[in-house]
């Protein structure tokens, strides 16, 4: 596999994960209005349950797959050294944060699903917002490389 072909899979697989890490926030936004055990609660119950397993875990799993291949080659073709440049390692932090973000989205899931949601509203709004901030961050650290 060529490496633009591959590091376009990759790009690929981050922008479905990045898609449900900001919309799920949104969903549980809209369901806090929702009455536990109504029409409501149970359509959003399936949306989000959909939503996290089907696209932001298969996303999640394709750009770590196309990520550590892509880690393979720049590993063979710059030295190993690449992994220890401040861009890199910005990079690794946010995947970091966004690994546990992902996680944590999961367990509101579950909480929603269980009527144990303790947020409002507004948290869920704001709340939205913290994966695009971190995505900002590692984009320009990987395309300028800074550091590197």
């Not at 875990?57 to 992994?83: E, P, Y």
């Not at 709004?125 to 900002?136: D, K």
């Amino acid at each position: 596999m060529s490496y633009d072909l591959l590091r376009a899979l990759h790009i690929l697989s981050v922008i479905a994960w990045m898609a449900g890490l900001m919309y799920l926030p949104r969903l549980f936004a809209y369901h806090t209005r929702a009455q536990p055990g109504s029409e409501m609660d149970l359509t959003f119950q399936k949306m989000e349950l959909g939503l996290y397993r089907i696209i932001m875990n298969a996303g999640m799993i394709a750009a770590f797959v196309f990520g550590v291949w892509l880690i393979l080659f720049d590993g063979k073709a710059r030295g190993w050294g690449f992994l220890t440049t401040p861009w890199m390692l910005t990079k690794l932090g946010g995947i970091t944060f966004m690994t546990g973000w992902h996680h944590y989205l999961g367990l509101a899931r579950k909480a929603f699903a269980e009527g144990r949601n303790t947020h409002s509203e507004r948290y869920w709004r704001r709340m939205n917002e913290l994966p695009f901030l971190a995505a900002i961050v590692m984009v320009v650290a990987v395309t300028t490389e800074f550091g590197g």
